[in-house]
T-cell receptor, first 114, second 112 residues
Framework: KQEVTQIPAALSVPEGENLVLNCSFTDSAIYNLQWFRQDPGKGLTSLLLIQSSQREQTSGRLNASLDKSSGRSTLYIAASQPGDSATYLC?????????????FGKGTKLSVIP | KAGVTQTPRYLIKTRGQQVTLSCSPISGHRSVSWYQQTPGQGLQFLFEYFSETQRNKGNFPGRFSGRQFSNSRSEMNVSTLELGDSALYLCASWDGHSYEQYFGPGTRLTVT
């Protein structure tokens, strides 16, 4: 059974800092990994999708990497802003038949202090 | 292109009642998945539909059911509500090609 862990559970940084969020998964047989952002009481916003054959993806100030063999992914946020404050969730999709669902970590709650 | 929509956004029900939640996927998306989010358990997969067929089901009791219509809209039903069913229910859709899932705003269900 796939398990996804995100460390730390919460993180507080001053505005302008670069930061890294970590995600690990137990089964390396994944199809892809997706990073999401969730604002309080809201749905999930997709940030980056990395296919299992890729090593990294970039979008603006965000860069996500994937090391499938070690079961790890990181989300790098450059020059953090107060608007980046949210919960960041990592999710993996399995590669076997019938593995269409996403398995989520519990998230990292990020607070960027002005 | 409009995003995933879910109705209603908020619901308050009492124990023992049943509830139906609705999800309209992004136009052209044929797959809809449902997830339950609670503070203790996080996001958990309920079921997934593709072209009106349930392809996968999570580890939830039979009180949780769903269906998908020919226009790809989906509904989920929870019968005999329990206090523990209070949660944010999220629906996601994808086009079956990129495997990137897009989520709706959720339905907040409170059971009293």
């Amino acid at each position: 059974k796939q398990e996804v862990t995100q460390i730390p559970a919460a993180l507080s940084v001053p505005e302008g800092e670069n930061l890294v969020l970590n995600c690990s998964f137990t089964d390396s047989a994944i199809y892809n990994l997706q990073w999401f952002r969730q604002d309080p009481g809201k749905g999930l916003t997709s940030l980056l999708l990395i296919q299992s054959s890729q090593r990294e993806q970039t979008s603006g100030r965000l860069n996500a990497s994937l090391d499938k063999s070690s079961g790890r992914s990181t989300l790098y946020i450059a020059a953090s802003q107060p608007g980046d404050s949210a919960t960041y969730l990592c999710a993996v999709r399995g590669s076997g038949a019938g593995s269409y669902q996403l398995t989520f970590g519990k998230g990292t709650k990020l607070s960027v202090i002005p | 292109k409009a995003g995933v929509t879910q109705t209603p956004r908020y619901l308050i029900k009492t124990r023992g009642q049943q509830v139906t939640l609705s999800c309209s996927p992004i136009s052209g998306h044929r797959s809809v998945s449902w997830y339950q989010q609670t503070p203790g358990q996080g996001l958990q997969f309920l079921f997934e539909y593709f072209s009106e067929t349930q392809r996968n089901k999570g580890n939830f009791p039979g009180r949780f059911s769903g269906r998908q219509f020919s226009n790809s809209r989906s509904e989920m039903n929870v019968s005999t509500l329990e206090l523990g069913d209070s949660a944010l229910y999220l629906c996601a859709s994808w086009d079956g090609h990129s495997y990137e899932q897009y989520f709706g705003p959720g339905t907040r269900l409170t059971v009293t």
